[in-house]
């Protein structure tokens, strides 16, 4: 039996009290230009649905006459991976204070999407659209993912500067400051700009806050860069020098009181014999501190959908009973495949959205259904519950093993996936992909949604109002899906439950070997029930 794929994933499966944290970091690309006379001001306003309603959540700084601005703010957002969280990306070119927003601003274009989308992608560019959804010109913004919540280290920062180059001739250098971290692929992701101190050779910065993870990716021997520029109000900002340490070294810096660094300019040190630095840069204070107040929704505690409660099973295991113990009697040797998707796994905690709940990736199956929950239950403290829905990995994996039985040419193994999911599915369109391809195989998907979420989207899978297409408009050859929300028949009982559920498997099961003109086996040569696989 192809399994149940449940969410023994990440800790966020449950209710709103209980979410991960999650740090949105935003660029812009060839932004229209609304100033006659210089570029545009941009800065970007972020919006949250809610009960219809779009309210502002936050605002980024200005970045002055920019049409490719990347901009320092940090917005830091509560994931609640079982809900759909519509967001709003609006960009204005700013005419009032810095931060604040006028009748005047002119609108440079919005994008709509959920932060389950960001998440899922965790680096999204999408193009940028005025009123009436024209596009702006070839305006794109980009919005950049990061969980921060199994790290909730902080650290706070003071910089300052002496003697920096003179760029202006007839007042004094405007200095700000950047950081930036170097990512594995060397790109250098902007963590922090400071504010700019007006004609100061001798700047003190304000100190800064920033989590560690967005620092250096909880990796301290990270490479980090400081570059220090001239500020200009055009927008050509003149370089003044930069530097490279890690978090490692500032904290060993600091603590032996020399945290300075020479500030060096690359092209006069070439140029210049006796060049030794455009200034120095000092690290005036350097705290770390650890923030207790984010949750992440154990499975210990009683909001999670996963709570495991010895006097009481929790919707998952009611489902995943009640639908396989109806199943098992058709699977010849009891064997099932049980795979979770969407939690951080041991050893390293990475996310990952096809693995095996008993942690045997050369042999996933668990035996009877008895097994299946047994591991559950010992897989939910080995794990980090996290997201997003991403069900297209384990739909296509199990169609590969569906694959496998077509290409026997016999009428022997059928493949029933059962997925449990507490979320509104992420990755839709690779979902509908991954099951238009699985309506040619031997193989049926049942989805039962878990707690109180939105589903409404989730019947746009569950063929029976019309034909289900893949993106690119092919149709599924068969209905393979069927949808159920749990709480509509959490009070019934386990037989009603599991007849809902498996109501329209023997149809499919007809559908597909009539289609192929494959006749039963005879029941002499009756060997291998209804197949592999399972996954809560």
């Not at 009290?17 to 006659?36: I, Q």
């Not at 959908?305 to 109806?326: C, D, F, K, S, T």
């Not at 299946?372 to 794990?383: F, G, H, M, S, T």
Request: glycine fraction near 6%.
């Amino acid at each position: 039996m192809s399994g149940v794929s449940e969410r023994v994933v990440a800790p966020g499966v449950v209710p709103a009290p209980c979410a991960s944290k999650v740090e949105l970091r935003l660029s812009c690309r060839h932004l229209l230009d609304r100033d006659p006379l210089t570029k545009s001001d941009p800065s970007v306003v972020l919006l949250q649905q809610a009960q219809g309603q779009w309210l502002q959540v936050d605002r980024t700084e200005v970045v002055k006459s920019s049409l490719h601005p990347v901009f320092s703010k940090v917005f830091t957002v509560d994931y609640y991976f079982e809900e759909v969280q519509k967001l709003r990306f609006e960009v204005y070119d700013t005419h009032g204070p810095s931060g604040l927003s006028c009748q005047d601003d002119d609108f440079l274009g919005g994008m709509e999407c959920t932060l389950g989308q960001i998440v899922a992608q965790k680096k999204m560019t999408r193009p940028l659209l005025l009123r009436f959804g024209r596009n702006a010109g070839k305006s794109t913004i980009t919005v950049t993912a990061e969980d921060i919540s199994g790290n909730n280290g902080y650290v706070e920062l003071s910089f300052q500067a002496r003697k920096l180059d003179d760029k202006d001739l007839f007042s004094k250098s405007d200095p700000f400051l950047e950081l930036y971290r170097v990512n594995d692929d060397r790109s250098e992701q902007l963590v922090y700009r400071t504010e700019v101190v007006k004609n100061n050779l001798n700047p003190v910065w304000e100190p800064f806050k920033l989590s560690l993870n967005s620092l250096c990716s909880c990796e301290e021997t990270r490479p980090l860069k400081c570059l220090v520029w001239d500020y200009d109000s055009r927008g050509k900002h003149d370089f003044i020098g930069e530097f490279t340490t890690t978090f490692t070294e500032m904290q060993k810096a600091f603590e032996e009181e020399q945290a300075q660094w020479d500030c060096v300019n690359a092209k006069y040190k070439q140029k210049k014999r006796n060049y030794k630095n455009s200034g120095v840069v000092v690290l005036a204070d350097l705290k770390v501190a650890i923030d207790f107040t984010a949750s992440n929704g154990d499975p210990r505690n009683s909001c999670s959908l996963h709570h495991i409660n010895p006097y009481q099973p929790n919707e998952y295991l009611r489902a995943l009973v009640a639908v396989g113990e109806v199943c098992q009697d058709y699977d010849s040797d009891k064997r099932f495949s049980a795979l979770g998707f969407g939690a951080r796994i041991p050893p390293k905690y990475e996310v990952s959205h096809d693995f095996a709940i008993n942690f045997n990736p050369e042999d996933d199956e668990c035996e009877g259904i008895q097994g299946v929950v047994e591991a559950y239950q010992n897989c939910l403290p080995k794990v980090q519950l996290y997201g997003p829905t991403n069900v297209a990995p384990i739909i296509s994996k199990v169609a590969r093993m569906a694959a496998a039985e077509e290409r026997t040419g016999e009428a022997s193994q059928y493949y029933i996936l059962l997925i449990l999911t507490d979320g509104v599915v992420t990755d839709m369109s690779d979902t509908r992909e991954a099951i238009v391809r699985a309506s040619h195989l031997p193989m049926s998907v049942i989805i039962v949604g878990v707690g109180n979420a939105d589903f409404t989207d989730m019947q746009i899978l569950d063929g029976d109002d019309g034909v289900l297409r893949s993106p690119r408009g092919e149709p599924a050859l068969r209905d393979i899906v069927q949808f159920v929300p749990f709480r509509e028949l959490k009070n019934a009982s386990p037989a009603a439950l599991a007849k809902c559920v498996l109501a329209e498997v023997p149809k499919q099961v007809v559908e597909y070997y009539s289609h192929k003109e494959l006749p039963p086996r005879s029941l002499g040569a009756q060997t291998g029930g209804a197949g592999p696989s399972s996954a809560p």
